[in-house]
């Protein structure tokens, strides 16, 4: 979904820092919301499969999803 430019207009007129608290204000909002669709979970099992069948390197489920929280 593109920016409108009203919105594009003011974000241009803040500075570096408050851009940043901006950006870090709304990834904690989306990061709060944010639920793995089925596909997501579906791989994530798989990579918690995997990983207790052997030593594939891949995290349990519950740390692949705090990894696709970041």
């Known amino acids: ?3 409108s430019l009203s919105l594009r ?3 241009d007129k803040l500075a570096p820092d408050e851009k940043v608290a901006v950006a870090d204000a709304l990834w904690r909002q989306i ?3 944010w639920q793995p669709s089925d596909e997501q979970l579906a791989e994530l099992r798989r990579r918690e499969d995997l990983a207790t069948s052997s030593d594939s390197g891949t ?3 519950g740390e692949e999803i ?4 970041r």
Request: aromatic share 0%; proline share 12%; charged share 25%.
């Open 66 to 69: 705090q990894r696709l929280r």
């Open 59 to 61: 995290l349990p489920i």
């Open 31 to 33: 990061d709060d919301q």
């Open 1 to 3: 979904m593109p920016v």
């Open 9 to 11: 207009s003011q974000l």
